[in-house]
């Protein structure tokens, strides 16, 4: 009941984070220089044709009276017209959201394992070569950008070695799944369509793991500190003269704690991935809301911008409130703390 | 055990992944890469990749040859009336639509007047249509508002839909009265053509894919790709990649110099060029000190560096010879082509009233900063400039900026370097363009010209239908052109591409290029041999 209450009240606050988010965006959207009308049309356009298309859009009016047009149809679940697709924004949005989601969910899959393990094994051999080399790569995907791994990846497995696909979601003539969830390799599996599930995954593997190179370094790192900070606790010591196992000691007592600040970035991380992963999607061509954002904001299609901000806004709110109940289940004294706050 | 078990899991997954067959992949797939968005309805698109699709999809009235002259289509002979304002196009029969319905005189109506009161793509085009008649079947009348002689050239870009499949698509209510949305949401992902290829996917911003059409009525090579996919993407690590892998056969222009001599190196890979009809101008802002000064602006033409230009940092391409590119019909040969001479250079300035006071004025350029190249031509410029005393600020400006500051008199720069793309195959295009009245405060003019005098001769030249008589009167103006000197002619584009020559047979590569965008690329004049292709993939 409790947490009912807890994802309730936080939901309510969302409300007002989002109208506050969407008239900055509306606002900022708005004063950018370029004419969004024009861009739309093109440089040859006849300036009846533009002229019109603004009336359409609302342009000429006052930015409260647009604000209040955009914000009606909003609630309404439109969000107007993209100027680049020339179809409805909420259309796109479902088109592109799962293809973004998909890449995300399995980055975040890769980032969780990998960055986990190397942190606690990095932790675990505090000091030794093991956890030098650890370190030392962390380092190495924390400060390389994403898209910098994505071309090494596309000229040593797609070019060199030639074992991967380098674009798209699926390999010319493989039957794509029926559209269910619109999350590929999810829609195969449900359909038993296995051929395209294996395509699928391997048109995955190298955007998600360019993606979560950066941000599973950092989790090694957190882990690592996190679980270094812990070993030296008390507890721990007595564990030990207690006679307890050191794989004990390890997976149940020291790994849980220590991996509550992990959790914390993780979920940032996470919803960080979609926002991020622009130019993974640019060079793999994947058909994903991240570029498609991007491409909004660079020929100033004001309603596809505004409303792929927003589902990012969106997006970091939900993970941040399932970040908190994760944080709250590892560690009892947040919980505790929480409850008699209120 | 169970480790066991888990390893040959593992094992059998990952054999899996990697030994994937393809299943339906089609015998001779031809596929290009672009910059997107690409729109397929051509009422709504007039980029180069939708002008690519629209090509291959539908049909026009007339088709190009490779001087861009007009050659019957759709219609088999037309005539005009004597005051140029009636044309009149008989059109063949048995034509037909993807969709088996025949092509008639109704639809080529209903495509003028589809595309007219949408405004978008191509319309600019046809502006001075007044209206469009059928009186029968297999004849249709363009009624103009005054008479326009290059207007057959224009129709290269009507591109003909069914009517019977648009009108039974349409959304209502929708900007266009009656004719609710105009069947702008159902053509944005099919087609309603009768070309020679027929849209079978199109997920917005992936792929267009497109499969012939085996009934089409002009004939096809044998080796016409049979599939022909357009990739929206210009990543050239992702094009490399794909050319290697031979999964890709065409790639786009717009690759780094770096990135066709790494496209160069693969084997069966060779670059292929041709002019396209763009010209890369310096516009000079004749209105703002101190490129308001004829002499100023003469001094810098004759010191600017233009073989460098052409032979170190565009390479392929040719030093302009005046305002029109040189494969456009029309152009002139024979005008005044500026060329580095550092004493004619002395000689102009020293006549400018700015000389002895050129520090306080200097010459700001805004370069776009797409291609990088543009860079290079830029400090290649201020060298030069400095050669003669002239001081210049050099500003790398994106694109939708530099429309933005020419779309005043007063923010728009002393000189900015756009290229520029004729509409339609013919010298007055560019002319009109570039210098008329009416093109001042769009991307297309930096120059703030308003010459009345240079209006009524292009007006006058446009008017005339008789074809020698226009082009001879295009002649004069580009005298007339040069001799103001509003604009620095760097060069004739050509527009490079690297390609598989091995199993790829492309005549655009072989001299035989049309200067229309998008014409080159009409893939039932290209071959492709499967053989070949999977020798290479051995």
Excluded at chain 1, 28 to 55: N, S, T
Excluded at chain 2, 435 to 450: G, H, I, M, P, R
């Amino acid at each position: 009941m409790r947490t009912i209450k807890f994802i309730a009240k936080r939901l309510a606050y969302s409300v007002f984070v989002l109208i506050g988010l969407s008239i900055l965006i509306f606002i900022i959207a708005r004063v950018m220089p370029g004419h969004p009308a024009r861009m739309a049309l093109g440089a040859r356009a006849p300036e009846w044709a533009v002229e019109r298309l603004r009336e359409e859009m609302h342009l000429n009016e006052p930015l409260y009276a647009q604000y209040y047009y955009w914000i009606k149809d909003a609630l309404h679940g439109d969000f107007g017209m993209s100027l680049v697709t020339r179809r409805s924004v909420a259309h796109d949005i479902k088109e592109f959201f799962p293809a973004s989601l998909e890449l995300a969910l399995y980055a975040g899959i890769f980032m969780g394992i990998v960055g986990i393990t190397l942190g606690a094994i990095s932790g675990w051999y505090a000091n030794t070569w093991v956890d030098n080399l650890v370190r030392m790569l962390s380092y190495i995907g924390i400060v390389t950008p994403s898209f910098v791994f994505a071309i090494f990846f596309v000229l040593l497995f797609g070019y060199v070695l030639e074992i991967f696909p380098t674009i798209g979601k699926l390999t010319p003539g493989v039957v794509p799944p029926p559209l269910i969830t619109r999350i590929t390799t999810l829609d195969a599996l449900i359909t038993g369509h296995f051929t395209a599930f294996f395509d699928a995954l391997k048109h995955l593997l190298l955007p998600a793991i360019s993606l979560a190179m950066g941000p599973l370094s950092q989790e090694a790192r957190i882990t690592r500190a996190s679980l270094v900070d812990n070993v030296q606790k008390d507890y721990v010591a007595s564990e030990r003269s207690c006679g307890i196992p050191e794989q004990t000691i390890m997976f149940k007592y020291l790994l849980k704690p220590s991996l509550i600040p992990t959790v914390s970035i993780y979920g940032l991380d996470f919803a960080s991935l979609l926002g991020n992963a622009f130019l993974i999607e640019l060079i793999f061509n994947w058909p994903g809301l991240s570029r498609y954002g991007m491409n909004a904001m660079l020929q100033k299609d004001l309603n596809a911008m505004t409303a792929v901000i927003l589902v990012f806004g969106l997006v970091f709110i939900i993970v941040n409130i399932i970040v908190d109940l994760a944080v709250g289940y590892l560690d009892p004294r947040i919980r505790l703390g929480a409850e008699r706050t209120q | 055990m169970s480790k066991i078990i888990k390893i040959l899991l593992i094992s059998l997954c990952i054999i899996g992944i990697l030994s994937l067959g393809v299943a339906g992949a089609a015998e001779r797939p031809f596929r290009t890469n672009w910059s997107w968005p690409t729109y397929i309805d051509p009422a709504v698109g007039s980029d180069f990749s939708s002008s690519v699709a629209f090509v291959n999809l539908y049909d026009t009235l007339l088709y190009p040859d490779i001087k861009g002259n007009p050659q019957p289509h759709v219609a088999k002979n037309w005539e005009v009336s004597t005051d140029g304002l009636a044309w009149t196009f008989h059109l063949r029969s048995g034509i037909n639509f993807h969709d088996g319905t025949e092509l008639t005189a109704e639809d080529v109506k209903f495509s003028m007047d589809r595309l007219t009161t949408i405004g978008e793509g191509y319309a600019y085009l046809f502006g001075k249509v007044a209206s469009t008649e059928a009186p029968d079947k297999y004849t249709v009348v363009f009624h103009l508002k005054e008479s326009f002689g290059p207007f057959l050239a224009t129709l290269f870009r009507l591109y003909i839909v069914n009517k019977d499949l648009v009108v039974a698509n349409i959304k209502r209510p929708g900007p266009y009265g009656d004719m609710g949305d105009y069947g702008k949401q159902y053509l944005l992902t099919h087609d309603a053509g009768s070309g020679p290829y027929i849209v079978k996917e199109f997920p917005l911003e992936e792929y267009l894919l497109m499969v012939i059409n085996s009934n089409y009525w002009q004939p096809i090579n044998l080796n016409a790709p049979d599939e022909y996919k357009m990739i929206g993407t210009c990543e050239p690590v992702t094009v490399r990649t794909m050319m290697s892998r031979r999964e890709l056969e065409i790639a786009d222009q717009w690759q780094p110099v770096e990135s066709l001599e790494a496209l160069k190196k693969i084997k069966g890979v060779e670059i292929g060029g041709f002019f396209s009809g763009s010209e890369h101008y310096y516009m000079m802002h004749t209105r703002k000190p101190p490129t308001d000064d004829i002499h100023l602006r003469k001094a810098m033409a004759w010191a600017m560096d233009y073989k460098t230009v052409v032979d170190k940092i565009y390479t392929g391409s040719i030093q302009s010879k005046g305002p029109v590119n040189q494969t456009l019909p029309g152009a002139d040969p024979k005008v005044l082509q500026y060329h580095r001479d550092l004493d004619k250079a002395m000689a102009e300035l020293k006549q400018s009233k700015y000389y002895g006071q050129l520090d306080k004025y200097p010459v700001v350029v805004d370069w776009v900063s797409i291609p990088a190249d543009n860079e290079k031509v830029a400090l290649l410029f201020m060298s030069c400039m400095a050669d003669i005393g002239i001081e210049v600020e050099i500003v790398k400006t994106p694109w939708g900026s530099i429309i933005e500051e020419m779309a005043t008199e007063e923010t728009s720069p002393n000189i900015a370097g756009v290229f520029v793309a004729p509409h339609y195959p013919e010298a007055g295009s560019l002319l009109a363009s570039r210098y008329k009245s009416e093109s001042v405060a769009t991307w297309e003019q930096n120059e703030w010209l308003l010459d009345s005098k240079f209006d009524a001769m292009i007006e006058d030249a446009l008017k005339t239908v008789d074809r020698e008589e226009r082009f001879a009167k295009y002649s004069k103006i580009q005298d007339y052109i040069v001799d103001l000197c509003p604009s620095l002619f760097l060069f004739d584009q050509m527009e490079k591409h690297a390609y598989q020559a091995a199993y790829t047979d492309w005549p655009a590569s072989k001299g035989e290029a049309i200067p229309i965008m998008g014409y080159n690329f009409a893939g039932r004049f290209i071959k492709v041999y499967s053989d070949k292709r999977a020798e290479l993939l051995k």
